[in-house]
């Protein structure tokens, strides 16, 4: 490493007029090697803030037109003026500083805009390209991603569609099969197959047991198992491959005006896990032996689905809209009626208290999404307040704000394009491209 230093602050009128008290020694580094400024000690004034420091590594990377960059200081972002950052988490100025950047995100552009007859109560992603997406109309769609074309509708519930999930995360694109269900307020259930020639799908089972609205479903990693929330405040489990309590074959819902429900094959068998007093409002499945549930009991639970035990408890103050684990980081985040995002990680022995709060919306938090792949603990979240926001935990403010709805956003996802093998499995997402999906009380999924 050299031993000289330089000085990043533009003409020598300027280096003239800097104290060593308005200067702070840095080293820039990265972990992109296209973006890569010699490793040297540099001095820079602190009071540069991210533009600053940007037009700093610009200027060492000759870039024009510039790009925009973010920067890290001890694994956080830096979100104020290199000054006030280092005072703010008591960082001696006399040493030198260790600062990494990385390309900043740029917040996506709206790039589609699908109609809906009522509010889109919910958006599933696929690793296709595919979208899936449940209505108050009591319809759930499918549309492609690329184009914005609705492809396939299903219509059979009696009642506004809640909640919706792939059994099949991957359809492939070329004439693969649409596998998927739907939570209603109509009490139920129900699994669809479509192939991508039909405009209507076709019921294939539908599930009855729960005595309520159902708010929520999701698919284990496998797809042969489903669990549902519901206002009766249980959660139940159901074999996706079951062999339904009656023998009447699938009934085509676009043959069928009337839609037959009573007699298409009926899946009454289950498993109820109970524990929570108020409302099941979320349930997510992220690993194939543990599943997760949210309630307006104001807890978070975690279960074990052979046992059928409630393994671990995690208790706010208010309401919990939503949750989703990540498999990747191995945390879980909440949204809340009272606006607030809480971080919670099961593993450690204060994990029964939130490990973070973020605070930014100004309405309800309505649904969380993991980043799927992404190697940095990387969100987004949706709320009545109109907005979308992302995140990235090594900083408490997000990293941008999507203001495209004009009514309360009702849920958000991320979907994206991969390659598989011939066994539907994914062969690299390096270099993967997720978009955000996300959809509101405008009738609208975005």
Partial sequence: MSSTTSTATGSSSKKSKLTNDSVVRVIFTTKKEDIRVPEVEMAIPLKFTRYGLSE?????????????????????????????????HNINREHTINIEYTEAIIPPEKEMECEHDDWVSSVSGSFSGFVLTGSYDMKARIWDQKTGACITTAEGHKGSVKSVAWLNKAPKRDGGKFKFVTASMDHTLIAWRASQSEEAASIHHIYKGHTATVNSVSVNISGDKICSGSYDATIRVWDAKATPDNSTSSIDVHQSKRRRLDTAPQIMQNTALVGHTASVTCVSWPTSHQLISASADHTIRLWDVSSETNTDTLTAPTVVNTVAYSTVHGLVVSGHSDTVLRIWDPRVDTGKMAQQTLHSHQGWASAVAWHPYSQYPRFASSSHDKTIKVWDLRSPLPLFTLSHHTEKVLSVDWSGLLNFDEENNSKDVSGSQFDLVSGGADNKMR
Avoid: G, Y
Avoid at 57 to 85: C, G, Q, Y
């Fill in 56 to 88: 700093t590594i610009n200027l060492l990377l000759d870039r024009d037109p510039p790009k925009p960059f973010d920067f890290l200081i001890d694994s956080e972002f830096v979100r104020t003026s290199i000054d006030k950052h280092l005072r703010k």
